[in-house]
């Protein structure tokens, strides 16, 4: 639901309230990434995919490259 807010504020032009939102995403997760069920690693992905662009058009390009990085310590999707 927080990532849904998230990226409703997102369109709507409030990056401070989105992400806000998505680091409330974060919150809610497992601390550790072996508790992660499936469903934890998509959110997570997407939600640092998400705060990375909020970033990167803030021009916060090096927070943008770490939001980045933290997409790639989880699994690929699965390529049904």
Do not use: C, K, M, W
């Not at 959110?43 to 662009?53: G, K, Y």
């Amino acid at each position: 639901l927080h990532l849904l807010l998230g990226q409703t504020l997102i369109r709507a032009g409030l990056s401070v309230q989105a992400a806000a939102a998505l680091r409330r995403v974060l919150e809610l997760l497992p601390t550790s990434i072996s508790d992660y069920l499936s469903e934890n690693v998509e959110v997570a992905r997407s939600t640092h995919a998400e705060l990375a662009a909020i970033a990167a058009a803030d021009g916060h390009f090096d927070v943008s490259i770490e939001e980045l990085q933290r997409t790639l310590q989880f699994p690929p999707p699965p390529l049904s």
